[in-house]
């Protein structure tokens, strides 16, 4: 079984060597429980168990648990079983092994598997004994966790959740005798069940019941604190354990969303265009090696910014993008992980916002997925850190996503990429916004084209208007559209950028050389101090990505072994021969490109500053002069 870096290997055969205890287990097993008044005899004809009217519940007494026979007692009638039965025994088996097996792990870990040796040589006495029966019962703990962990995860239910499931007669002697009360509280929970649908929904009752009431015991076991740091991955099963911090979720369920396709998206060519390749490099990723070739190659697009006004097409864009990379997963069979962080998400409670976010990033980062993140409206989900009027749950949110894109422990294999989005940029801290490897201004339609293409589209075909004189799409044509709009940052468009260019071509002429571009950025910097040395990343970042602007033939992506089932030299191979060198042309223009943003983000953060003020100095006006009246009136008391 292979395993990622940071993750506890378990391998198979340890596995394995549990399978007959499991099998025994659920098999026939007796456990010593509390009285509850239910009777272990059923009711003929009624798959139902007497309810006693005296009260037992001090009472402790044997219960004979057949887990397989309670299970196929859903169907009487028919000796062999169902797909659903056959599958949850199955799930039972081997979470049972699986939780033994990481018991096992916990006491090599720890210093259970020494005690343990000595204990059977001797008995152990004193603050040994202690901490063996310690160390014991937090593996027990273990056990349990693992096995109702596993059941959660591996048993898929779309019936409604059921809450009359209550939790089991926990015991945490050995690890054993945890799963022994587990299993006994899984069989009466499953008694009640009538058919397949109430079998599996009630199983997955159990097991969120079971796992609350752990988490409320955790506190009572030491040792447990390494055991919470550990991330355990069984690829073979598709399950995850990464410590107790947070309740393993439900397996990911397919992608609902509204895609859209590129031709539904009138103007915002730029953004469209590297939205389109960035579809395409996403699902270039070698899942064996873990790495992207883009990454290696440069040009792989980590994370970016869109910007614009309200009803430009920013939320239609994403749903282009994960249209697209959802079309490609699903030819190659990879599976796809969209999610998206929302205001929703910011909690009142200190330090959960923060948790909710590092969740999101760590969903969508995870190397066994094709992965796309975005937080839409990043200026109200995130605040800058001056901001004293910000939740202290939105700072949290952006000490995490700082840290995410563009921190220490920050490694990109090119399996995911984070969108932000946003109508007021300028009111995203510098910080982050700056680790936002590409900016995208979504400025919707422009050209009086735009508009025809646009009217046309939304408008239906449900008339029998003329179109007139227009060649209908022929302005969306994505080549012709992009050219165009790249060639239009040869020069630089915002005022404070257009100041500085101008005046370095009066003194130096045209940038033909890499000592005037070295020079043309310095002044940049002299201009706008945010202008930083993660800008000039960004910007080369982008001009790498425009030497690896190839469009990846469609071809590649239409079949499987195309391109995508490649080996990682082979893909990487592909791609080199279709690279070429940048140009100057290229250089200036995402220079411009970049530094237009850095001047519109700035002058609009000035121009509500400004703003701020006026309404502030008119409204002290406005109180001197109410004032002065009152004090004329005698209303005025000092």
């Known amino acids: 079984m292979s395993q990622n ?21 659920i098999s026939r097993l007796v456990v010593l429980e509390r009285g509850s008044g239910r009777s272990g005899t059923g009711l003929a004809g009624t798959g139902r168990r007497f309810v006693s009217t005296v009260s037992t519940g001090s009472v402790k007494r044997t219960r004979e648990v057949e887990l397989a026979k309670t299970v196929a007692a859903i169907r009487p009638d028919d000796p062999m079983l169902s797909i659903s039965q056959h599958t949850l025994l199955f799930r039972v088996r081997r979470g049972l092994a699986v939780a033994l097996a990481l018991s096992d792990s916990f006491a090599k870990q720890s210093a259970l598997e020494a005690l343990q040796a000595k204990n059977s040589a001797a008995p152990l006495s004193g603050e040994a004994a202690t901490e063996f029966k310690a160390l014991l019962s937090a593996s027990a703990y273990v056990a349990a966790f693992a096995f109702a962990a596993y059941l959660l995860q591996l048993i898929g239910s779309e019936s409604e959740p059921v809450n009359d499931v209550d939790e089991p007669d926990f015991l945490f002697d050995t690890p054993q005798d945890a799963l022994k009360s587990m299993l006994a509280g899984l069989d009466a929970a499953l008694a009640e069940a009538r058919d397949d649908e109430a079998l599996t929904a009630r199983a997955r009752a159990f097991a969120r019941s079971a796992i609350e009431g752990l988490l409320q015991r955790r506190s009572r076991f030491s040792g447990l604190a390494d055991f919470a740091e550990v991330h355990i991955r069984i690829e073979q099963d598709d399950f995850t354990l990464d410590g107790f911090e947070v309740t393993p979720g439900e397996r990911r369920k397919p992608l609902s969303m509204s895609f859209k396709k590129p031709e539904e998206i009138i103007g915002n060519h730029i953004a469209k265009y590297q939205a389109m390749k960035l579809a395409k490099m996403l699902v270039s990723y070698d899942f064996d090696r873990q790495m992207n070739p883009f990454v290696e190659l440069g040009g792989f697009l980590f994370t970016f910014i869109g910007d614009g006004m309200p009803g430009t097409g920013k939320t239609i864009l994403i749903q ?29 409670y200190q330090g959960k916002s923060g948790q909710n976010c590092k969740a999101f990033v760590d969903n969508v980062i995870s190397p066994r997925a094709i992965g796309f993140g975005t937080v839409d409206d990043i200026d109200q989900v995130a605040a800058k850190r001056s901001d004293d009027r910000a939740s202290a749950g939105q700072h949290e949110v952006t000490a995490v996503l700082m840290e995410s894109f563009a921190g220490a422990s920050t490694v990109v294999r090119g399996n995911c990429a984070f969108g932000m989005f946003s109508n007021y940029p300028e009111n995203v801290d510098d910080a982050l916004r700056q680790r936002a490897g590409a900016r995208w201004l979504v400025d919707g339609p422009q050209s009086r084209e735009d508009y025809i293409d646009i009217f046309v589209l939304l408008a239906g075909r449900n008339h029998d208007i003329p179109l007139g004189r227009h060649d209908l799409y022929a302005g969306q044509e994505i080549k012709n559209a992009v050219a165009t709009s790249y060639s239009g940052h040869d020069e630089p468009k915002e005022d404070g950028l257009v100041a500085v260019w101008e005046t ?14 070295g020079e043309y950025l310095y002044r940049i910097k002299r201009a706008e101090p945010r202008f930083t040395g993660r800008a000039i990343k960004n910007i080369t970042d982008a001009i790498k990505m425009r030497a ?42 995402e220079i411009n490109r970049y530094g237009d943003s850095e001047f519109r983000y700035t002058d609009k953060s000035d121009d509500a500053a400004v703003q701020d003020i006026i309404r502030r100095e008119r409204q002290r006006e406005k109180a001197v002069r109410e004032i002065e009246a009152m004090k004329r009136d005698g209303h005025w008391e000092n």
């Open 5 to 25: 870096a940071g993750l506890t290997t378990i391998h198979e055969e340890d596995i394995a060597r549990h399978l007959s205890t499991a099998q025994g287990m």
């Open 320 to 348: 282009m993008i994960a249209g697209l990379i959802n079309d490609y997963c699903k030819i190659a069979g990879y599976p796809f992980h969209y999610e998206n962080f929302g205001v929703d998400q910011i909690s009142s």
């Open 504 to 517: 370095f071509r009066k003194e130096r002429g045209d940038i033909k050389t890499m000592a005037d571009v």
């Open 548 to 589: 690896m602007d190839i469009d990846l033939p469609d071809e590649w992506f239409e079949t499987p072994d195309a391109f995508m089932h490649k080996p990682y030299d082979a893909k990487k191979a592909m791609i080199e021969e279709l690279r070429g060198p940048f140009s100057i042309e290229m250089v200036l223009q």
